[in-house]
């Protein structure tokens, strides 16, 4: 790899010994260990090496962390400050590597379409790669409606998706009202669509609406 350049403060006309380059390397892995240990796949790194020529004052200690803006992934970069003995500060480069499941369209999917298992094909990539908003878990999908069309093999990302509709307008629905301890139950129409969770209009009898919200059963709870 290409020796680095960096963004100097406070330079010193110290030198500093080839044993303290490889402390600061050695820090900056064993924050980028720490940071990734919990990573939701496998990550790896390439970390740019330190030019040993570079002259920097004595440090006791170090402060490794991200510069603000930037996330750790792909290619990103370290902020390295002395904290005590010396006040510079440098950037390191590194690329970060996470290598996950994601879910494709295992088959062309039509607009309007509700995702079933079927419909999704498990991959392994780097997440540096990929849409921030793929698709990790099944869960995430399945049961859910495509806003457009999705070629095969395409990487499906969250705001592609939308909730079932779980109650159409004109349909008949139960209706659940809840008061603590007290559920009483009856039927009235739908007068809009309704995804679960969402907010629906329910006409009871000929003249009296009241609102609640759409289960996932295609009830409509109302709460007080």
């Given at each position: 790899m290409r020796p680095?350049?960096?963004?100097?403060f406070a330079l010193s006309t110290c030198a500093v010994h080839a044993t303290d380059i490889a402390a600061i390397q050695r820090a900056a892995q064993q924050w980028l260990d720490q940071s990734l240990a919990n990573s939701n796949g496998v990550p790896s790194y390439q970390l740019s090496q330190i030019d040993k020529r570079i002259q920097l004052a004595p440090c006791k200690q170090y402060d490794v962390g991200l510069p603000s803006g930037y996330r750790l992934l792909g290619n990103t970069m370290l902020r390295i400050q002395?904290?005590?003995g010396a006040s510079w500060g440098i950037n390191l480069p590194v690329k970060v590597s996470l290598l996950v499941t994601y879910y494709t369209a295992a088959r062309p999917l039509s607009g309007n379409q509700e995702i079933a298992t079927g419909d999704l094909s498990a991959q392994q990539g780097d997440l540096g790669t990929l849409p921030g908003s793929v698709i990790m878990d099944p869960s995430q999908a399945v049961g859910r409606v495509l806003n457009t069309a999705v070629a095969s093999g395409k990487p499906l990302r969250s705001e592609m998706?939308?909730?079932a509709m779980v109650i159409q307008q004109n349909q008949?629905?139960?209706?659940?009202?809840?008061?603590?301890?007290?559920?009483?139950?009856n039927e009235g129409i739908a007068m809009n669509n309704a995804a679960e969770g969402q907010s629906v209009r329910v006409r009871v009898g000929t003249r009296q609406i009241i609102q609640g919200i759409a289960t996932a059963t295609g009830s409509v709870d109302v709460s007080h």
């Amino acid at each position: 790899m290409r020796p680095l350049l960096f963004t100097l403060f406070a330079l010193s006309t110290c030198a500093v010994h080839a044993t303290d380059i490889a402390a600061i390397q050695r820090a900056a892995q064993q924050w980028l260990d720490q940071s990734l240990a919990n990573s939701n796949g496998v990550p790896s790194y390439q970390l740019s090496q330190i030019d040993k020529r570079i002259q920097l004052a004595p440090c006791k200690q170090y402060d490794v962390g991200l510069p603000s803006g930037y996330r750790l992934l792909g290619n990103t970069m370290l902020r390295i400050q002395c904290v005590d003995g010396a006040s510079w500060g440098i950037n390191l480069p590194v690329k970060v590597s996470l290598l996950v499941t994601y879910y494709t369209a295992a088959r062309p999917l039509s607009g309007n379409q509700e995702i079933a298992t079927g419909d999704l094909s498990a991959q392994q990539g780097d997440l540096g790669t990929l849409p921030g908003s793929v698709i990790m878990d099944p869960s995430q999908a399945v049961g859910r409606v495509l806003n457009t069309a999705v070629a095969s093999g395409k990487p499906l990302r969250s705001e592609m998706l939308r909730a079932a509709m779980v109650i159409q307008q004109n349909q008949k629905v139960r209706v659940i009202y809840r008061d603590d301890v007290i559920e009483v139950a009856n039927e009235g129409i739908a007068m809009n669509n309704a995804a679960e969770g969402q907010s629906v209009r329910v006409r009871v009898g000929t003249r009296q609406i009241i609102q609640g919200i759409a289960t996932a059963t295609g009830s409509v709870d109302v709460s007080h």
